[in-house]
T-cell receptor, first 115, second 111 residues
Framework: KAGVTQTPRYLIKTRGQQVTLSCSPI?????VSWYQQTPGQGLQFLFE???????NKGNFPGRFSGRQFSNSRSEMNVSTLELGDSALYLC??????????????FGEGSRLTVL | GENVEQHPSTLSVQEGDSAVIKCTYS??????FPWYKQELGKRPQLIID?????GEKKDQRIAVTLNKTAKHFSLHITETQPEDSAVYFC??????????FGAGTRLTVKP
């Protein structure tokens, strides 16, 4: 069974641009969550989706948005990029609905560098 | 919201020694406490988890303990090996609380 796939793996953008990251969950998983990972800050929760509905959102500005499609694939978008948005963005899928606390299966991440 | 504190941030042990990583959480509604291991350049992977209806759980050389009264939980690794070297993250969630991760502990096991 294929794991969680994230694209692109690496990307470089300049301040003010926008970026879209994609995540394909493990087949059969309907829960997808996104995290921002920066050195020393651990994993900061961004969003959580289940059955195309955003179930929770973290403390990030409105420039960060996301969605989930009917096939459970998810995208996140960051508009008006700032230098501080440089990070590894991790997507995770789960077989269970968010409230059931299932194991998270992470992708390898998309490393975003903002210049 | 939930806040998870993790200590220490770095930990260095000799091969064969034990390692202990501690986390505290703030939201009493939290009832699920997983631990993830992230090797250098790789994705985080679940190594063990515990739910609030138990106080301790073991899996070979790894154990997790939970004290709900004090709102803290710990990861114990015995007979450490060089392949245990990684960053370990604790996390907490429950009810309407989203998954919150600690800042991570970089464990180095010296041969």
């Amino acid at each position: 069974k294929a794991g969680v796939t994230q694209t692109p793996r690496y990307l470089i953008k300049t301040r003010g641009q926008q970026v879209t990251l994609s995540c394909s969950p493990i087949s059969g998983h309907r829960s997808v969550s996104w995290y921002q990972q920066t050195p020393g800050q651990g994993l900061q929760f961004l969003f959580e989706y289940f059955s195309e509905t955003q179930r929770n959102k973290g403390n990030f500005p409105g420039r960060f948005s996301g969605r989930q499609f009917s096939n459970s694939r998810s995208e996140m978008n960051v508009s008006t990029l700032e230098l501080g948005d440089s990070a590894l963005y991790l997507c995770a899928s789960s077989l269970r609905r968010p409230s059931d606390n299932g194991e998270l299966f992470f992708g390898e991440g998309s490393r975003l560098t903002v210049l | 919201g939930e806040n998870v504190e993790q200590h220490p941030s770095t930990l260095s042990v000799q091969e064969g020694d034990s390692a202990v990583i501690k986390c505290t959480y703030s939201d009493s509604a939290s009832n699920y406490f997983p631990w993830y291991k992230q090797e250098l350049g790789k994705r985080p992977q679940l190594i063990i988890d515990i739910r609030s209806n138990v106080g301790e759980k073991k899996d070979q050389r790894i154990a997790v303990t939970l004290n709900k009264t004090a709102k803290h939980f710990s990861l114990h690794i015995t007979e450490t090996q060089p392949e245990d070297s990684a960053v370990y993250f604790c996390a907490a969630r429950g009810g309407r609380v989203v998954m919150r991760f600690g800042a991570g502990t970089r464990l180095t096991v010296k041969p």
